[in-house]
């Protein structure tokens, strides 16, 4: 299984924007389907949005309503999920997740976070809050 690390996380107005991170030392990351889900306190993990191998291939929570966007960088070996317009109903632990298996070379999968027993490796999450 990966090591994943989130980092980024803080504390944010509404209505502010935040960035967090997702890296995995060790690892090459570009070799597997990257996804992020959020737990507020006192509610079910849910998925926010993921990202093919390649990056060509994202999808959303219907939630994030174009607020959101995840990207991946090959060079820095990680993925980002920045937010922007933030809510205090986003306040939640962030949490990025890996496909079970690597992508096959020359190959690329849709994602989606709407299961979480399709993901295999979990970082321990950033805490993000959105308030005033």
């Known amino acids: 299984q990966l090591q994943l690390e989130e980092s980024g996380g803080g504390l944010v107005q509404p209505g502010g924007s935040l960035r967090v991170s997702c890296a995995a030392p060790g690892y090459i990351l570009d070799y597997y389907t990257i996804g992020w889900f959020r737990q507020a306190p006192g509610k079910e993990r849910e998925g926010v949005a993921c990202?093919?191998?390649?990056?060509?291939?994202?999808n959303y929570a219907d939630f994030v309503q174009g607020r959101f966007t995840i990207s991946r960088d090959s060079a820095k070996n990680t993925v980002y999920l920045q937010m922007n317009n933030l809510k205090p109903e986003d306040t939640a632990e962030y949490h990025c997740?890996?496909?079970?298996?690597?992508?096959?070379?020359?190959?690329?999968?849709?994602?989606?976070?709407?299961?979480?027993?399709?993901?295999?490796?979990w970082g321990q999450g950033t805490q993000v809050i959105v308030s005033s």
């Open positions: 990202i093919s191998s390649s990056g060509g291939i994202t």
């Open positions: 997740a890996a496909d079970k298996l690597p992508t096959p070379l020359g190959e690329d999968y849709s994602c989606s976070v709407t299961d979480e027993s399709d993901w295999g490796s």
